[in-house]
């Protein structure tokens, strides 16, 4: 599952990240891998400020916008929690174990924010191990430059949005609407 696609594939999200369509299709890859290697429930990524990303697996009678909030808030709550106790290091993760599934949230570099829930049957170290690996993986993928189409393509959508651009766009529309 993808979320806020814009026109030229790429889409920004509230903490300042873009992702162009060939991260994007490696963030897919990557989660897809994930889920068949673990085998994982639920993997939902997320931006820094709880805006999901992408999402695999049984997403039934899940609330994935509040789900994301959620998760961003728990990481960023652990991770001040590991700050002001002296024992914060990058890439934080914290591990809830349940009666039928764990639940492993863990950063994905300064971005993004990975929550991996497995069946209780799987091994915790396996488990980890994986997520720890998707999770290095997922800061890689954000941190490639974007093919160069793809720039090009997000050079000409930023200058759309700047301020004179407006104005000119604006000043045309209303051009257009008194000649009519």
Not at 10 to 35: F, N
Not at 37 to 64: E, F, M, R, Y
Not at 145 to 160: C, D, F, S
Not at 163 to 171: I, P, R, V
């Amino acid at each position: 599952m993808k979320f806020q696609s814009k026109g030229g594939g790429q889409y920004s999200l509230r903490s300042g990240l873009t992702i162009y369509p060939s991260q994007d299709k490696l963030i897919s890859q990557t989660l897809i891998e994930l889920k068949q290697k673990l085998p994982a429930h639920l993997i939902v990524l997320v931006d820094v400020t709880g805006q999901v990303v992408s999402a695999q697996g049984d997403q039934q009678n899940v609330d994935l916008v509040s789900l994301g909030s959620l998760i961003a808030g728990d990481l960023a709550a652990s991770q001040e929690i590991a700050r002001l106790t002296g024992q914060y290091q990058d890439n934080q993760m914290v591990l809830r174990e349940g009666q039928n599934f764990h639940t492993f949230i863990i950063e994905a570099g300064i971005h993004l924010a990975l929550l991996v829930q497995v069946a209780d049957s799987v091994p915790l170290g396996w488990g980890r191990m994986l997520t720890v690996k998707t999770a290095h993986r997922l800061a890689e993928i954000v941190q490639q430059p974007p093919q160069p189409h793809e720039q090009t393509t997000a050079h000409k959508t930023e200058e759309l949005f700047e301020e004179e651009a407006l104005s000119e766009l604006f000043t045309d529309a209303l051009d257009d609407l008194w000649m009519e």
